[in-house]
């Protein structure tokens, strides 16, 4: 493999590990622009480069929480995240100790619950303590807290020549305040009380002595405010926000059909799944979107939000509209090539931190990826198929026909037919397709491919965004115009079948190179091109065919790179690795051609899968090692974990298998059902369909697959196709 093409780390802004995430076993739990990561026992103990933390706004406020007992680490019993309101349990127990006054205390007679969870600009942590001995018990407990108000891409592995200033943290009876003002000339603060006061506080420790009786429980809160405000009530705003939190999860989940089926292992991982996504979804000004993934991606990215919305569109469309009216609030108006902002763009990425704010990298609001704007179409078009929410598509009308420019006047970057991207600020992202590390694009010699890259999932998405525009301008009663629109996605569909479909590859080619070159690389890219319908049936079953293969195909899924390539490393980001969501997009291009059969290999294996991570939680991507006996698959180091548009692949296969579509005002459709081997029946209560819902049953009848409806509104049409 060629070594003299690694750009520096610096300039690409890439997570480059220090060390692990796996071997932390942390958990994560999310609001608003607030998260956390936490251990087990509910504590921190971060370093420089290590991402446990306290964050808001992309700035970690909190980087060592630390809760002892007698100057000693408690036992943990168990930990968990409480889904009802997103919140950190961890129950832990004493080992044997010597309180300040030389008393011995017996182990395990005192239980130490810590509830922990954020709320609008807040953590908010409940420490209930309760004696089971039966006699009385004196002990001290300590918090030892430190903050560092690193930016996210220092904690990243970014290295900065210097920082702003901190000041001297500010102490009272019960509060410490904690000020960092930063080279962006924004002062952030973190502020903190306690509620009982403790008996002890400085700026890195407090202390509280306390006796209970046989039996007897204390309670003990703390409110960290991240928002610049200063910490107030700790007790009455923990007890208030816990209501709101546990209100607003209910809700989301009144809207939404329950799913269950004959396996109990499934329902538990749709369940993680949405849940999962409830948490990365946070409220913007223009409805719910779903920010990317914790630690590193917590924030808007246009890309996973639209994806994650499509994967959920049959399941909540709310999450569509959010998305869409968000990213047409933040469409490119100027052209701007530090930002690769050009009229009609649609976002690749928002940030706010200090280094963000300072241009020390070009994220602040970066339009730096080329197939956002045809997403961006292509799941305007699918939500109104879904929903026929005319008057939101007429609000975003002025965005679409802005998409639509942008792909036309500036997509095709040398006139000839395709879509192709090249970065306009060095700084920013050599690749801007969904693989977007910087070797992630090559040749079949390892050689990097140089642009402009025409990359094969950017022709399938612009072909499905010139459909969308088909669909929306005849709904909008624009005849002429929906007519074009349908030549202009006939017309590349044609060319494409004879530019990117390699007869002796039997497969795609990965991209063509600002030479018109083939790529000619057997990827996971090429299954994108199923998804949108720009593939013949004869090409469909052709890549179905190859990414099946043992070399694409490892047992727990299709690899981004199948292992005979040169550059294949299954350890890497991109060459190698396995990632739900990928799987899950080419999974439902197989359905679109009634490769029911394939959709099923896909699903079993990544469904095997998800046993062997934390709560069948699929992470951003794993490695591609393949499959052997007795052995789960190998974690990737530095996975986020929860990821938006992996908490969603679940959904999306679910919908593959069953080739449903549900089409407002009264239409749901099944093309070729089929239930997994791994389950035998599936219930959908409460789908919606327009204003109406219903009830069905999917049942594995030997060969055979039936879809019965036990309750429907009247108005509403059920179709099977097999």
């Given at each position: 493999?060629p070594?003299?093409d ?38 921190i ?16 406020h ?17 930990s ?7 919140a ?13 006054q ?16 954020l709320?609008?600009?807040?953590a ?7 004696n089971?001995d039966?006699?009385?018990v004196?002990?001290?407990?300590e918090?030892t ?8 891409f220092?904690?990243?592995?970014d ?8 000041a001297q ?17 924004i ?13 002890y ?6 202390r ?13 809160y ?5 928002d ?7 007790t ?25 089926s ?15 996504v ?11 979107v ?29 999450l ?72 939101t ?10 998409a ?13 037919g ?5 970065r ?55 005849g ?11 017309d590349?569909?044609r060319?494409?079948?004879?530019s990117?479909f390699d ?26 091109a ?14 179905a065919?190859?990414?099946?293969r ?6 727990w ?15 890497s980001?991109?060459?190698g690795?396995?990632w ?25 294996a990544?469904?095997?899968?998800s ?14 090692f393949?499959r ?9 180091p ?12 679940p ?22 059902p ?9 219930s ?5 369909c327009?204003a ?7 049942q ?23």
């Open positions: 493999m070594t003299d690694v750009e520096p780390a610096s300039a690409l802004h890439q997570v480059q590990p220090a060390s692990s995430i796996q071997d932390r076993d942390l958990r994560a739990v999310k609001h608003g622009d607030a998260f956390a990561l936490l251990d087990p026992h509910g504590d103990v971060a370093s420089e480069c290590a991402p446990e933390g306290i964050y808001f706004r992309d700035t970690r909190l980087c060592f929480w630390r809760l002892t007992i007698c100057g000693t680490y408690p036992m943990l019993l168990g968990a995240v409480d889904d009802r309101v997103d950190m349990i961890s129950d832990l127990t004493n080992a044997r100790l010597t309180n300040r030389g008393d011995r205390v017996r182990n395990e007679v005192l239980h130490f619950g810590r509830t922990l969870f709320y609008h600009g807040s908010y942590e409940r420490l209930s303590v309760r089971f039966e006699s009385a004196s002990f001290s407990f918090y807290l430190g903050t560092d108000f690193r930016d996210m220092e904690v990243r592995g290295t900065r020549k210097r920082r702003g200033e901190m943290p500010v102490t009272g009876e019960s509060t410490i305040d904690y000020f960092y003002t930063g080279l962006d000339e002062e952030r603060r973190s502020s903190i009380i306690f509620e009982p006061a403790p008996d506080l400085s700026s890195q420790k407090v509280f002595d306390v006796t209970l009786a046989p039996g007897e429980r204390k309670v003990f703390t409110r960290i405010a991240l610049g405000s200063a910490a107030t009530n700790p009455r705003a923990y007890l208030e926000s816990y209501r709101a939190l546990r209100a607003g999860r209910r809700k989301a989940l009144d809207r939404r059909p329950l799913i269950r004959s396996s109990s292992a499934f329902d538990e991982m749709t369940s993680r799944a949405i849940a999962d409830t948490t990365l979804t946070t409220e913007s000004p223009q409805g719910p779903a920010y990317a993934g914790i630690p590193w991606y917590c924030t808007l990215f246009g890309r996973d939000s639209l994806i994650t919305a499509l994967q959920m569109l049959w399941y909540d469309p709310s569509a509209r959010g998305t869409l009216l968000r990213l047409g609030e933040l469409q490119a108006l100027t052209d701007d090539p530090e930002a690769d902002a050009e009229p009609g763009k649609i976002l690749h990425e928002i940030r706010c931190g200090e280094m963000a704010n300072t241009g020390e990298v070009p994220f602040r609001k970066y339009y730096g990826s080329v197939d956002s704007t045809p997403l961006f179409l292509f799941l305007a078009g699918e939500y109104f198929r879904r929903t026929q929410d005319n008057e598509i007429d609000r975003l009308w002025p965005n679409i026909q802005a639509a420019g942008w792909i036309e006047d500036s997509g095709d970057r040398d006139g000839d395709f879509f192709e991207y090249g306009r600020n060095q700084g920013g992202l050599r690749n801007q397709g969904w693989k977007d590390s910087h070797d992630a694009i090559s040749h079949r010699d390892g050689r990097l491919a140089e642009g402009p890259i025409a990359l094969v999932e950017m022709q399938a998405y612009v072909y499905g965004a010139w459909r969308a525009m088909h669909e929306l301008s005849r709904a909008r009663g624009e002429n115009a929906a007519c074009e629109w349908l030549e202009k996605a006939e590349l569909k060319r494409f079948a004879e990117f007869s002796d590859l039997g497969c795609y080619v990965l991209a063509l190179d600002g030479d018109k070159n083939a790529c000619r690389v057997i990827s996971s890219n090429a299954g994108h199923l998804l949108t319908g720009i593939a013949s049936q004869e090409h469909a079953e052709a890549v065919d190859r990414l099946l043992p070399d694409c195909f490892s047992g899924g299709i690899r981004t790179l199948s292992r005979d390539e040169e550059r294949y490393n299954p350890m980001y991109h060459n690795s396995i739900p969501h990928d799987n899950a997009l080419i999974a439902s291009g197989f359905s679109r051609y009634g490769l029911q059969g394939a959709v099923d290999k896909v699903f079993t990544l469904f095997d899968a046993f062997y991570f934390e709560q069948q939680r699929f992470p951003e991507l794993f490695c591609g393949g052997k006996w007795g052995r789960g698959p190998t974690l990737y530095v996975a986020c974990a929860p990821q938006a548009w992996s908490s969603a692949a959904l999306y296969l679910t919908q593959s298998m069953l080739g449903m579509s549900v089409c407002a005002p009264r239409d749901v459709h099944f093309d070729t089929q239930l997994p081997c791994f389950l035998s029946k599936l959908l209560d409460g789908l919606m327009g109406e819902s219903l009830d069905l049953d999917v594995s009848l030997g060969p055979a697959t039936s879809v019965s409806v036990r309750r429907a509104d009247a108005l509403i049409n059920v179709s099977v196709a097999l």
